[in-house]
């Protein structure tokens, strides 16, 4: 191997949203370097630390290899056949006793990174036929999808800053510099926002917490923890109140703005200031500079949405970029067409059918489904209480939710009582340490990728593709050839993978040539499936989306259109061009019209209203952190991530450490209605009094979990102090911020120094230019 000849091969980093050009340089399997790709025709040679780390993932021992299965109350290793067969052992009994409804299906944020998984998941959904899926969605964004659906008629309909042309940013409840964005694919916001200020722009930042984003803003307001949407609701208010509202090309689309100015207009600043700690004179300041603007946008993200009235400052977002005549222009708020196509670029323009929700509802608690799926915040309930129709098997993709949901401990107790435990995943977690058989994916190195997902919500229009880097071993199985098998062993069919695999194309071509407006429309499946040989899954799947997309060759009739031939020629990507006007032909509502005051959202106002004449509660609250180095809990095993100082810290005010009679170094005890933890603590001026905050994702401590690193580096999980019950009641949403929790002064450990040793190496907490 040392004498194979150094090659460079081009692809996309798959690990976070931004989506950035990888150049990584390799001899045989191994990789040497990786940088920035300089021709990107995005990311333009930015890339972070993440991006560095693919060549560790491929080489990362713990990654598995091959299926385990539990034999004897441990996880053994097996071949693929025996690890199907009891799977079958396994759900089978299940399925003919109880029927598919005491199964379920769970989702994780990795899924939407894998074009394999992302793609595929559809032979496991469609043959187990189960009405309970569940996915991360419900943890993070699930208020912005009820929002996105209510208004534009879409879950993924969602206008995104125009951040290349904009003159006045305000960011909410966001932290980009560390995040790298969501919901916004935008690589080098660095980069971004100091562009906005050179061309004369205005930076603001909502945050309580002086994040690094909060530090090079021109203003940085600190308002009090959850009380987003009463904040956004008083901007919308004094819009109306000052008659700056000047809806503009967007007016014609628009419907209930009478309704829209009854409902906000009780929620003045001068209302509000006790119970959002803003001066009502900053925030008529604020306005009134939004309002003025050139162009203008507001961007939030996991800080209003996860909070209890998540739902409300979502749609405030949008309302205030509605109001300002900023929702569809440049500069603005703005929708992308994606190269692979979404629900917004597919049949009749400007209608469709409306949001599917409600049509189906948890046992236990009653939760409505929203989207096909139900809340995360009642899946171990519907595992754990006893009686009929109690979930007895789950099929776990890409997912932890010990670590991700909240009550993690009830989490954990949950999945050992399952009867039949399957996960597809790369490593025994948190939570597959309780699997019955695990089905480990290929190295992110090893899978061709396209972002589906992301290009949903890029800040401009762009197509990329990888192929593998490196090929898989003959004794390995690609993601989506896991799932074709799996899909045959629950329709109980036991068909091969290709035969799953036909099954979806072809059902997907003939979806396509009923929609009258399709490029195929009429036309045979046999054909189109002819045009596609020679490729199979995923890669055939991804060919057919883009040649039937907004800038596909339609199978000929577009010449010079996309398809994957065209971007496998074409590998640091096409660029498709800015985003464009795309009203109305982008709604999907069932009367064509934006609604500006949907009923679901209108119905918590009044709950809202009461938390704020009840003023905000003594104590303290509990809030998360992003983290540069770290995605969620699926990067802890990486070592080059996991250098310098912990980071695994209760951070707290210096009032707040001197009333408890806590410092940096110090261990302290944290306690919720749903649990309590110890925690290093670490004092820092950054949080304002009366807040703590714990980044999300740590755990790793249990004997079984099998990543060595991440054990050496262990943290805690802040997710055991959220309580499963409370959440954002339109959407289910669970609820992450704002938790009242109680600290304890320092408890009766050894002190640790590890917070006390030097910072990370300069540089390892920025992102990388080329």
Same mark, same amino acid.
């Given at each position: 191997?040392?004498?194979?000849?150094?090659?460079?091969?081009?692809?996309?980093?798959?690990?976070?949203?931004?989506?950035?050009?990888?150049?990584?340089?390799?001899?045989?399997?191994?990789?040497?370097?990786?940088?920035?790709?300089?021709?990107?025709?995005?990311?333009?040679?930015?890339?972070?630390?993440?991006?560095?780390?693919?060549?560790?993932?491929?080489?990362?021992?713990?990654?598995?290899?091959?299926?385990?299965?539990?034999?004897?109350?441990?996880?053994?290793?097996?071949?693929?056949?025996?690890?199907?067969?009891?799977?079958?052992?396994?759900?089978?009994?299940?399925?003919?006793?109880?029927?598919?409804?005491?199964?379920?299906?769970?989702?994780?944020?990795?899924?939407?990174?894998?074009?394999?998984?992302?793609?595929?998941?559809?032979?496991?959904?469609?043959?187990?036929?189960?009405?309970?899926?569940?996915?991360?969605?419900?943890?993070?964004?699930?208020?912005?999808?009820?929002?996105?659906?209510?208004?534009?008629?879409?879950?993924?309909?969602?206008?995104?800053?125009?951040?290349?042309?904009?003159?006045?940013?305000?960011?909410?409840?966001?932290?980009?510099?560390?995040?790298?964005?969501?919901?916004?694919?935008?690589?080098?916001?660095?980069?971004?926002?100091?562009?906005?200020?050179?061309?004369?722009?205005?930076?603001?930042?909502?945050?309580?917490?002086?994040?690094?984003?909060?530090?090079?803003?021109?203003? =940085?307001? %600190?308002? &009090?923890?959850?009380?987003?949407?009463?904040?956004? !609701?008083? /901007?919308?208010?004094?819009?109306? $109140?000052? *008659?700056?509202?000047?809806?503009?090309?967007?007016?014609?689309?628009?419907?209930?703005?009478?309704?829209?100015?009854?409902?906000?207009?009780?929620?003045?600043?001068?209302?509000?200031?006790?119970?959002?700690?803003?001066?009502?004179?900053?925030?008529?300041?604020?306005?009134?500079?939004?309002?003025?603007?050139?162009?203008?946008?507001?961007?939030?993200?996991?800080?209003?949405?996860?909070?209890?009235?998540?739902?409300?400052?979502?749609?405030?977002?949008?309302?205030?970029?509605?109001?300002?005549?900023?929702?569809?222009?440049?500069?603005?708020?703005?929708?992308?067409?994606?190269?692979?196509?979404?629900?917004?670029?597919?049949?009749?323009?400007?209608?469709?059918?409306?949001?599917?929700?409600?049509?189906? =509802?948890? %046992?236990? &608690?009653?939760?409505?489904?929203?989207?096909?799926? !139900?809340? /995360?915040?009642?899946?171990?309930? $519907?595992? *754990?209480?006893?009686?009929?129709?109690?979930?007895?098997?789950?099929?776990?993709?890409?997912?932890?939710?010990?670590?991700?949901?909240?009550?993690?401990?009830?989490?954990?107790?949950?999945?050992?009582?399952?009867?039949?435990?399957?996960?597809?995943?790369?490593?025994?977690?948190?939570?597959?340490?309780?699997?019955?058989?695990?089905?480990?994916?290929?190295?992110?190195?090893?899978?061709?990728?396209?972002?589906?997902?992301?290009?949903?919500?890029?800040?401009?229009?762009?197509?990329?593709?990888?192929?593998?880097?490196?090929?898989?071993?003959?004794?390995?199985?690609?993601?989506?050839?896991?799932?074709?098998?799996?899909?045959?062993?629950?329709?109980?069919?036991?068909?091969?993978?290709?035969?799953?695999?036909?099954?979806?194309?072809?059902?997907?071509?003939?979806?396509?040539?009923?929609?009258?407006?399709?490029?195929?429309?009429?036309?045979?499946?046999?054909?189109?499936?002819?045009?596609?040989?020679?490729?199979?899954?995923?890669?055939?799947?991804?060919?057919?989306?883009?040649?039937?997309?907004?800038?596909?060759?339609?199978?000929?009739?577009?010449?010079?259109?996309?398809?994957?031939?065209?971007?496998?020629?074409?590998?640091?990507?096409?660029?498709?061009?800015?985003?464009?006007?795309?009203?109305?032909?982008?709604?999907?509502?069932?009367?064509?019209?934006?609604?500006?005051?949907?009923?679901?959202?209108?119905?918590?106002?009044?709950?809202?209203?009461?938390?704020?004449?009840?003023?905000?509660?003594?104590?303290?609250?509990?809030?998360?952190?992003?983290?540069?180095?770290?995605?969620?809990?699926?990067?802890?095993?990486?070592?080059?991530?996991?250098?310098?100082?912990?980071?695994?810290?209760?951070?707290?005010?210096?009032?707040?450490?001197?009333?408890?009679?806590?410092?940096?170094?110090?261990?302290?005890?944290?306690?919720?209605?749903?649990?309590?933890?110890?925690?290093?603590?670490?004092?820092?001026?950054?949080?304002?009094?009366?807040?703590?905050?714990?980044?999300?994702?740590?755990?790793?401590?249990?004997?079984?979990?099998?990543?060595?690193?991440?054990?050496?580096?262990?943290?805690?999980?802040?997710?055991?102090?959220?309580?499963?019950?409370?959440?954002?009641?339109?959407?289910?949403?669970?609820?992450?911020?704002?938790?009242?929790?109680?600290?304890?002064?320092?408890?009766?450990?050894?002190?640790?120094?590890?917070?006390?040793?030097?910072?990370?190496?300069?540089?390892?907490?920025?992102?990388?230019?080329?």
């Amino acid at each position: 191997m040392n004498d194979a000849p150094e090659r460079t091969v081009i692809r996309t980093c798959p690990i976070c949203e931004s989506t950035c050009g990888l150049e990584i340089t390799l001899r045989g399997d191994r990789v040497l370097r990786t940088r920035g790709d300089g021709l990107d025709v995005l990311s333009k040679g930015f890339m972070c630390p993440k991006g560095a780390s693919l060549g560790e993932l491929y080489d990362d021992p713990d990654w598995l290899r091959g299926p385990l299965i539990r034999d004897g109350g441990r996880l053994r290793e097996a071949d693929w056949e025996e690890a199907f067969a009891r799977t079958a052992e396994l759900f089978r009994p299940i399925l003919e006793q109880d029927g598919s409804t005491t199964t379920a299906v769970y989702m994780g944020n990795p899924i939407a990174h894998s074009m394999a998984g992302l793609l595929s998941a559809r032979a496991i959904i469609t043959t187990l036929r189960t009405p309970n899926l569940y996915s991360a969605s419900t943890l993070d964004q699930r208020s912005k999808d009820l929002t996105n659906g209510l208004m534009f008629g879409d879950r993924f309909t969602l206008p995104v800053p125009d951040l290349d042309h904009t003159e006045f940013l305000v960011v909410i409840g966001a932290n980009p510099l560390e995040s790298n964005g969501s919901l916004a694919t935008a690589p080098d916001w660095p980069r971004r926002l100091r562009d906005l200020r050179r061309r004369g722009g205005t930076l603001v930042v909502i945050d309580p917490v002086r994040t690094r984003t909060a530090e090079i803003a021109d203003e =940085h307001l %600190r308002p &009090r923890v959850g009380s987003d949407a009463a904040l956004l !609701l008083s /901007m919308a208010s004094v819009l109306f $109140e000052e *008659d700056m509202v000047r809806i503009g090309a967007a007016e014609p689309f628009a419907r209930n703005l009478p309704r829209l100015r009854e409902v906000v207009r009780p929620f003045t600043p001068e209302r509000l200031e006790g119970f959002t700690g803003i001066p009502a004179t900053d925030v008529r300041a604020l306005t009134r500079a939004f309002a003025r603007a050139a162009s203008a946008v507001v961007y939030g993200r996991m800080g209003t949405s996860t909070t209890r009235f998540g739902t409300v400052a979502s749609w405030m977002i949008d309302i205030l970029n509605i109001l300002t005549g900023n929702l569809d222009r440049r500069g603005g708020a703005m929708f992308p067409k994606p190269a692979s196509g979404m629900l917004n670029t597919r049949g009749a323009p400007r209608f469709g059918p409306g949001i599917p929700m409600g049509r189906y =509802h948890t %046992r236990v &608690r009653k939760a409505p489904e929203l989207f096909g799926e !139900l809340p /995360m915040s009642c899946l171990a309930e $519907e595992i *754990d209480t006893p009686g009929e129709g109690r979930y007895r098997g789950l099929v776990l993709i890409s997912g932890n939710p010990v670590v991700s949901a909240p009550n993690s401990r009830r989490m954990a107790n949950a999945l050992q009582q399952l009867d039949a435990f399957v996960a597809i995943d790369p490593y025994v977690t948190d939570s597959t340490r309780f699997a019955h058989v695990i089905f480990p994916a290929l190295s992110p190195l090893q899978r061709s990728h396209y972002d589906v997902h992301f290009t949903m919500w890029s800040v401009r229009n762009v197509a990329n593709y990888s192929p593998p880097s490196i090929q898989k071993r003959h004794d390995q199985l690609d993601e989506w050839e896991i799932m074709c098998r799996l899909g045959g062993i629950f329709d109980g069919s036991m068909r091969s993978t290709g035969e799953i695999d036909e099954a979806m194309i072809t059902s997907m071509i003939r979806s396509e040539s009923r929609d009258e407006h399709s490029l195929i429309h009429g036309r045979k499946a046999d054909e189109i499936l002819s045009l596609l040989v020679p490729r199979v899954g995923p890669d055939r799947v991804l060919d057919f989306l883009l040649r039937v997309g907004p800038y596909g060759d339609g199978f000929g009739r577009v010449e010079g259109g996309l398809s994957l031939s065209l971007l496998e020629a074409n590998p640091h990507g096409i660029d498709l061009g800015p985003l464009r006007p795309r009203l109305p032909e982008v709604l999907r509502t069932p009367d064509g019209m934006i609604d500006l005051a949907p009923d679901p959202i209108l119905q918590d106002l009044g709950p809202l209203e009461r938390a704020i004449d009840a003023g905000p509660q003594p104590g303290l609250v509990l809030i998360g952190r992003r983290q540069l180095r770290s995605n969620n809990s699926w990067l802890h095993n990486t070592p080059s991530l996991m250098t310098g100082r912990t980071r695994s810290t209760l951070r707290m005010s210096p009032e707040d450490a001197v009333e408890r009679g806590l410092e940096t170094g110090d261990t302290a005890k944290v306690e919720s209605a749903a649990g309590e933890l110890i925690a290093l603590v670490e004092v820092s001026d950054r949080v304002p009094p009366g807040v703590v905050s714990l980044p999300h994702g740590w755990l790793h401590e249990p004997e079984e979990i099998g990543m060595t690193t991440a054990r050496l580096r262990p943290g805690v999980n802040a997710n055991i102090l959220a309580d499963e019950t409370v959440v954002d009641a339109p959407s289910w949403n669970a609820v992450f911020n704002g938790i009242p929790v109680v600290v304890h002064g320092p408890q009766r450990l050894e002190r640790t120094d590890r917070l006390l040793g030097e910072s990370p190496t300069t540089g390892a907490d920025e992102s990388v230019p080329r």
